[in-house]
């Protein structure tokens, strides 16, 4: 059964992978970069500074920083536990997928998908009863996830756990966030 998952995880990575084209090239380099997203990490704080006034502000802006650093620190020792090494260092892979990004570290799960989703889902939870427009947000996690695979560095299944991660620890700490908002 793993085996069979196991296959199938690099099945798909590849006909995905080689959906790509040299023309969108730029364009997911550009997505894949973490400096690429900084003016929304800014808005993000902007916008839960606008919603919630204060010392709320200040607790809830607080429960994100602790989600984000949770959510890498897990990611992390998740990484060194399983060391699955990613497809653009397995030699078999690199005759069939295109590589345009080279990093050496573990592939299990993306720190790209965990991080990018625990944000967006503890400012959705924060803001959703204020804007509908914030689940808008989600095309930012997606877009940095799937980055992930047209550059070649991660499995589907790297960003899918990665994504669930992030989203379980948004949720955690929201929860807890929020309680001490309410207290204050």
């Known amino acids: ?17 080689n959906l790509g084209s040299e023309s969108f090239d730029d364009f997911w380099i550009f997505v894949t970069q973490i400096e690429s997203w900084t003016p929304l990490f800014l808005y993000f704080i902007g916008v839960l500074l606008y919603y919630y006034k204060g010392k709320k502000g200040i607790v809830l802006l607080l429960g994100g920083i602790i989600t984000f650093l949770i959510t ?3 990611t ?13 260092n397995i030699d078999h892979l690199l ?7 080279d990093p050496t570290g573990y592939s ?14 503890y400012v959705v939870l924060c803001v959703r009863n204020f804007s ?22 991660h499995y589907p299944s790297d960003l899918l756990v990665g994504a669930l991660v992030g989203s379980l620890i948004a ?14």
Do not use: C, E
């Open 1 to 17: 059964m793993l085996r069979s998952l196991r296959y199938w995880d690099q099945d798909l990575l590849v006909w995905l992978n």
């Open 72 to 74: 890498l620190a897990i």
């Open 171 to 184: 949720f955690l700490i929201f929860g807890r966030a929020s309680y001490f908002a309410k207290k204050v």
């Open 95 to 101: 005759d069939v997928i295109r590589v345009l990004k």
């Open 76 to 88: 992390d020792l998740t990484k060194i536990f399983v060391q699955r090494i990613r497809p653009n």
């Open 108 to 121: 299990f799960f993306s720190g790209h998908a965990s991080s990018s989703f625990s944000i967006v889902v």
């Open 132 to 153: 509908p427009w914030v689940y808008l947000a989600f095309i930012w996690p997606l877009l940095f996830s799937l980055s992930r695979i047209y550059v070649g560095v």
